[in-house]
């Protein structure tokens, strides 16, 4: 194959891509904008779905490496009201199709699987633009450039690349996370460590929830939803953890202790993260050299399929482009029009489980939802 793939973003959509394409012999070079693989911290658990993320590591050849990741037991779920008081256990027997990893050690594993040299950190893309002829120019804030035969968006919500095929941008959803940890929760905060249990926590109502997850070495992830404008968020100064969490935890006046001690015991900063979507069925026209992955191109309400869709994505675009070696429009319209649906499927089941979590019924619907899932699996 003669076109040369360059790939924006170094997340797991883009790396799974540039691991197939080079499964098949195909070269690739990612930019990211982080500058090196250590920059930051990368998130904490992904279940890894047998349907969509674990068919992309088997064509990535790395069920190995993954099955070598597994944390067991973090399958285990527990559904609690806010006074603490279990309404719904799943315990995690082994048989789930949904194994939990860390996101960071999944990156290294698909970075670890490529060519020195594949991944080019510190290029951080400031514009992009047509040449002709299905070629593009990527500008790199250094003010270097690199023009390329295919071009694909794995960047996340805020890509870079798609207005070379869509006017669409996200917009906030009316809802917004607030992310802590708390580290050695057994030891250090036994009554939060033991509301969390093996696996996740939820514990939700109408417009609001803790949410949290236990990782390796202890640490309690928690994730707090509340409902409300930006405006209501803005005018917290998040800068001012003491101060920002002070607010936060008065949302949840009157719930249990050991749930509000995963908001007011936290040992790192609160970190506000709006929740963002791109119009439910965003699909684009075809332009030659030029695609999305991922968040860059369905990006939604969150539900747990984000992280597994890109990976997928990643994963059937190179199998499309190794299938198609010298006909590239054929494999990116082959690639395209199987991932819109399975796009615009995901969004659906994202806004509908934000329905049973945070809605008038809360947390009762989503424990019939549940309830029925369990029952017919």
Known sequence: MTTDVTIIGAGLGGLTLARVLHVHGIPATVYEAEPSPTARGQGGML????????????????????????????????????????????????????????????????????????????????????????????????????????????????????????????????RAFVETCLFDGDSRHPAAAKAVGGGSLLALAPGKGIQAHRE??????????????????????????????????????????ELTALITDGDTAPVLRPLNALPAGHRWDRVPGVTLLGD???????????ANLAMYDGAELGKALAAHPDDLETALTAYEQAMFPRGAAAAAEGAELHELMFGDDAPHSLITAFSGHVQGR
Do not use: C
């Open 216 to 257: 390796s070495g202890g640490t309690l992830h928690t994730y707090v939803a509340l409902t409300g404008p930006q405006d209501w968020f803005a005018a917290i100064d998040f800068s001012d953890a003491a101060a920002a969490t002070a607010r936060i935890a008065e949302e949840f006046a009157g719930w249990a202790p």
């Open 47 to 174: 279940d890894i779905h047998d349907h969509n993320g674990q068919l992309a590591l088997e064509a990535a050849d790395l069920m190995d490496q993954f099955r070598g990741l597994i944390l067991e037991g973090r399958q285990a779920m527990r559904i609690l009201d806010r006074n603490g008081t279990a309404l719904f256990e799943q315990p995690d027997d082994g048989t789930g199709g949904r194994p939990e990893v860390q996101r960071g050690e999944l990156r290294r594993i698909l970075l670890d699987a490529l060519p020195a040299g594949t991944v080019r950190w510190g290029h951080k893309v400031s514009g992009v633009q047509t040449l002709g002829v299905g070629r593009h120019e990527v500008t790199f804030a250094d003010g270097t450039t690199v023009a390329t035969s295919l071009l694909v968006g794995a960047d996340g919500a805020w890509s870079r690349v798609r207005p070379l095929l869509s006017d669409a941008a996200p917009e906030y959803i009316g």
């Open 296 to 306: 860059a191109a369905h990006l939604s309400a969150p539900n747990g399929e984000g």
